[in-house]
Nanobody, 124 residues
Framework: QLVESGGGLVQIGGSLRLSCAASGRTFSWYVMAWFRQAPGKEREFVAAISASGGSTFYADSVKGRFTISRDDTEDTVYLEMNTLRPEDTAVYYC???????????????????WGSGTQVTVSS
């Protein structure tokens, strides 16, 4: 089970930290990722972190502004979001897949567990 938290309403240029708590599995075996979906748009990749935490991957649109991290002692993955823009407004979803599974980390179809999402709204 994956449970996201930390979403909310923030002003342009502000910051938020999303959390995703995992349960029911060996967290350190899993690649963790964040995706988002804005109204009327398709789901898109935001960031991913390897099972070891040694590698991170970002969408070009968030590179330099967002940081993904994980705490295996807490079975939690985080998404630190800075310099937020109106176009960052979306429902943010946490996803996981076993590290041994192949396929692109940026493709949501390669993840088999999803959270229910947390809303992030960036407004002036």
């Amino acid at each position: 089970q994956l449970v996201e938290s930390g979403g909310g309403l923030v002003q342009i240029g502000g910051s938020l930290r999303l959390s995703c708590a995992a349960s029911g599995r060996t967290f350190s075996w899993y690649v963790m990722a964040w995706f988002r979906q804005a109204p009327g748009k398709e789901r898109e990749f935001v960031a991913a972190i390897s099972a070891s935490g040694g590698s991170t991957f970002y969408a070009d649109s968030v590179k330099g502004r967002f940081t993904i991290s994980r705490d295996d002692t807490e079975d939690t993955v985080y998404l630190e979001m800075n310099t937020l823009r109106p176009e960052d407004t979306a429902v943010y979803y946490c996803a996981s897949r076993l590290s041994t599974y192949g396929g692109s980390l940026r493709d949501g179809s390669n993840y088999d567990h999803w959270g229910s999402g947390t809303q992030v709204t960036v407004s002036s």
